[in-house]
């Protein structure tokens, strides 16, 4: 399915320009929010799956794809990520509520948006939402340290190409998922190189919030039925599992072979999950 969204941009509470990405289709809205590190735009083969049966509104996390980064740099975190999910909402007039899907970062900023606002999203699918019990939060220095390691600068597109997807997680990822990543989330600098959008020291910050700290802990006050979906082969499920004990409404769905990336990775077997679970 050919996918021709419209972009819009809104300012959020604190000075951040947001893209957000429409979709049009019929039927209940349904935001999406991507993994920290992509953009909207890489969750296109999910959404050509869904065959218009929802308005689907896609957001760039703040400094993520066209957004702009915040002027307080510290704000690059999830919670920040959770009230853009309201500004979101307030900017399009969704007081009824909408569905959400969330992915990693992504699911974490849906599960903020929610605990701030109960009521605001109906129903949530979240794939390994990064909301983790404190005594997880060690993993973050690791993430942290791997993304400011990484190169922020190719020679060409086709090197950025070359080098990104040789190895996982992008080596695993759809290839149309890999071209909207390069597409989306790179841009062409003044000596003809390419760069990534979001530099390995921002993307850092993300991880060093820790997760929505304690924002586990009030998992429980959750009103919001929610789906967590993962695969098989995620190394998220343990805390998926604690997740599912303490959030009142709540169920597990695993798609075989999947990895933490797996609406990257099964786009198709993702949207058909949607389908089900919101209509």
């Known amino acids: 399915m050919q996918l021709n969204p419209t972009q819009h941009f809104f300012t959020t509470r604190d000075g951040v320009q947001l893209s957000v990405w429409d979709y049009g289709g019929d039927g209940p809205v349904l935001t999406m929010g991507h993994c920290t590190g992509t953009s909207a735009r890489c969750l296109d083969p999910v959404i050509a799956a869904l065959n218009n049966r929802f308005r689907v509104l896609a957001i760039d996390c703040r400094g993520h794809g066209s957004s702009s980064l915040p002027d307080d740099l510290d704000t ?9 999910f ?25 599960i903020n948006a929610a605990l701030e606002r109960p009521g605001a999203i109906k129903k949530a699918v979240l794939v390994d939402p990064i909301v983790l019990p404190a005594a997880f939060l060690g993993n973050a220095d690791r993430l942290a340290n791997g993304a400011r390691r990484r190169r922020n600068e190719f020679e060409s597109l086709d090197a950025a190409r070359e080098r990104l ?13 890999v071209d909207a990543y390069l597409e989306h989330g790179l841009h062409a600098t003044q000596d003809g190189a390419v760069a990534l959008n979001l530099k390995g020291e921002d993307e850092a910050r993300f991880y060093e919030q820790g997760g929505s700290p304690g924002a ?8 919001t039925p929610c789906l967590l979906l993962s695969g098989t082969e995620s190394y998220l499920l343990p805390i998926l599992e604690m997740q599912k004990e303490v959030i009142p409404e709540s169920s597990i769905h695993l798609i075989e ?20 679970y919101f209509q």
């Open 76 to 84: 690059l975190d999830m919670n920040s990520s959770g009230l853009d």
């Open 86 to 110: 309201l500004d979101l909402i307030d900017h399009f007039s969704l007081s009824d509520g909408v569905y959400a899907m969330g992915h990693s970062g992504g699911g974490a900023h849906v």
């Open 216 to 223: 586990f802990e009030r998992l429980n006050e959750l009103t």
């Open 165 to 177: 997807s040789s190895k996982p997680p992008k080596s695993l990822w759809r290839s149309e998922v």
């Open 257 to 276: 072979g999947g990895s933490h990336f797996v609406p990257l990775e099964q786009p198709e077997q993702v949207a058909a999950i949607l389908v089900d």
